[in-house]
């Protein structure tokens, strides 16, 4: 019998003391395993909302799927090739983009929604310097 594979078994198999997250006096080890977040272990709030969360990408399979079905795997390849090409189109890294080439593809130009009203980019808080942030996507920072 291999006694030192036995040994190192039974080494990784027992907890250490040192390494297991809960800190000596009953407290998480925030240096070694990392702040917790209390919004990551919530249930939604909503049965609904996973459902909403990802309506687009279930629209996107159910129209890519009833494509495939009627005219061949070309037509959902060719679709999803525009839907990609018209994502690569932005304006510079400081200035929003209206993603106005993909809501036509995905036909939603012609339809007013909550992010339509409420998501304006003229009133937004968040207005970075702008030599920095086209250094830092062209990689120069």
């Given at each position: ?32 395993s ?8 919530l ?99």
């Open positions: 019998m291999n006694t030192r594979g036995l040994r190192s078994q039974l080494k990784d198999s027992v907890p250490v003391a040192g390494f297991c997250p809960q800190g000596s006096y009953g407290v998480q080890d925030s240096l070694r990392g702040f917790t977040s209390v919004k990551n272990e249930l939604p709030s909503h049965p609904l909302e996973l459902s909403e969360k990802n309506f687009q990408l279930n629209q996107d399979k159910m129209n890519f799927s009833t494509l495939r079905n009627i005219q061949g795997l070309h037509a959902p390849l060719k679709l999803q090739m525009e839907y990609r090409a018209a994502r690569q189109i932005q304006r510079l890294p400081f200035l929003q983009s209206s993603n106005l080439a993909l809501d036509t593809l995905r036909g939603s130009d012609e339809s007013i929604g909550f992010e339509d009203i409420l998501n304006d980019p003229a009133q937004s808080e968040m207005m970075g310097e702008p030599h920095t942030m086209v250094e830092y996507k062209l990689g120069l920072l």
